[in-house]
């Protein structure tokens, strides 16, 4: 697998429109992006600095993966994701001969129009990972 840089970190909260003011007002980024991906049940906010980029995720549903980390943990960091240069359906195929718990056995469709999938937590030292590539370069 060729990693070629941190893609983003997720960061899970309750509000997009309550954490705005924090990273836009205090950090002095700017959100360029905020959409709905439907089939995850959550809305995402993006902001860059430098290659890197933050995602805010809130839930737009009880029931979805994020609202639960939030009831759990609580907000704050919930994933890392890393920009993989040979395709994650490549690194898919090399993680699970690696013996690594897929949560995804095959990439989906993520927010920017990426092609991701996530990596089991108790297979990446309890660090949820996700894996992207941009499927238009």
């Known amino acids: ?3 070629s840089h941190i ?8 509000s ?4 705005l003011p924090y ?8 959100c360029y992006s905020i959409e709905e991906v439907a089939d995850q049940k959550v809305k995402t906010a993006f ?7 933050i995602e805010l995720l809130e839930p737009t549903s009880d029931d979805s993966a ?9 907000e704050g960091i919930h994933h890392i994701a890393f920009a993989v240069a040979d395709g994650v ?10 013996g690594v718990k897929l949560i995804d056995a ?3 469709r993520g927010a920017e129009g990426l092609n991701i999938a996530f990596l089991h937590p108790k297979s990446t030292c309890s660090v949820l990972t996700e894996l992207c590539e941009n499927p238009n370069k």
């Open 7 to 14: 893609e983003h970190l997720g960061i899970a909260v309750k």
């Open 1 to 3: 697998m060729n990693l």
């Open 66 to 74: 994020v609202a639960k980390f939030i009831e759990k943990r609580g």
């Open 106 to 108: 095959a990439p989906r």
């Open 89 to 98: 359906a490549n690194a898919l195929g090399e993680m699970a001969e690696k």
């Open 47 to 53: 902001f860059k600095i430098g290659q890197t980029k």
């Open 23 to 30: 990273y836009e007002n205090i950090l002095g980024l700017k």
């Open 16 to 19: 997009i429109a309550e954490s």
